[in-house]
T-cell receptor, first 111, second 115 residues
Framework: QQQVKQSPQSLIVQKGGIPIINCAYE??????FPWYQQFPGKGPALLIA?????SEKKEGRFTISFNKSAKQFSLHIMDSQPGDSATYFC??????????FGKGTSLLVTP | DTGVSQDPRHKITKRGQNVTFRCDPI?????LYWYRQTLGQGPEFLTY????????KSRLLSDRFSAERPKGSFSTLEIQRTEQGDSAMYLCASSFPTGRTGELFFGEGSRLTVL
């Protein structure tokens, strides 16, 4: 059973656009929500993470929006660049336990 | 290089053979995780260790799979009697204990192809 549902499966935006990737979860015990970025042939790498005591977190061009009541969170990439083209995974866990990943979103940023 | 290293990076084997993958975590991390990733999917949790203790195993980890971390440092993942459905990327990750950042640091993976 997929504990974290991610959409869309793929996304194409032009350079400078703002891709948005959405995730939803059911387990209210989850208290850690990271986003990982993966390039072909590489392992996933942490991009940004949020805990449920805040509704938004920004790091550079990346922003997580978190809606605890709706059990949803999303990643926004501001001023997207071709170098942002990668697969993005949302994930969730409760402290002390392993991360549960979404199925991923393949992002292509065109020049 | 002080990241997570995995060996071998690629393994091609025939159905029914046994394979073993090795993971060397970041030295100050005491948690080590194994994940499996198939094409177009997110990483799926298999098992994790805190030091040498295996604390959690996924239902995905059938009896043909065994993982060890004998001295709390490197870990091995063995798959016995491989099946074509075992073809995947096997990812290892390490982290600090609970209560710190929660970030998992992944290796580049070991890709298994079962013919």
């Amino acid at each position: 059973q997929q504990q974290v549902k991610q959409s869309p499966q793929s996304l194409i935006v032009q350079k400078g656009g703002i891709p948005i990737i959405n995730c939803a979860y059911e387990n209210t015990a989850f208290d850690y929500f990271p986003w990982y970025q993966q390039f072909p042939g590489k392992g996933p790498a942490l991009l940004i993470a949020i805990r449920p005591d805040v509704s938004e977190k920004k790091e550079g061009r990346f922003t997580i929006s978190f809606n605890k009541s709706a059990k949803q969170f999303s990643l926004h990439i501001m001023d997207s660049q071709p170098g942002d083209s990668a697969t993005y995974f949302c994930a969730a866990s409760n402290s002390g336990y392993a991360l549960n990943f979404g199925k991923g979103t393949s992002l292509l940023v065109t020049p | 290089d002080t990241g997570v290293s995995q060996d071998p990076r690629h393994k091609i084997t025939k159905r029914g053979q046994n394979v073993t993958f090795r993971c060397d975590p970041i030295s100050e991390h005491n948690r080590l995780y194994w994940y499996r990733q198939t094409l177009g999917q997110g990483p799926e949790f298999l098992t994790y260790f805190q030091n040498e203790a295996q604390l959690e195993k996924s239902r995905l980890l059938s009896d043909r799979f065994s993982a060890e971390r004998p001295k709390g440092s490197f870990s091995t993942l063995e798959i016995q009697r491989t099946e074509q459905g075992d073809s995947a990327m096997y990812l290892c990750a390490s982290s600090f204990p609970t209560g710190r950042t929660g970030e998992l640091f992944f290796g580049e993976g070991s890709r298994l192809t079962v013919l």
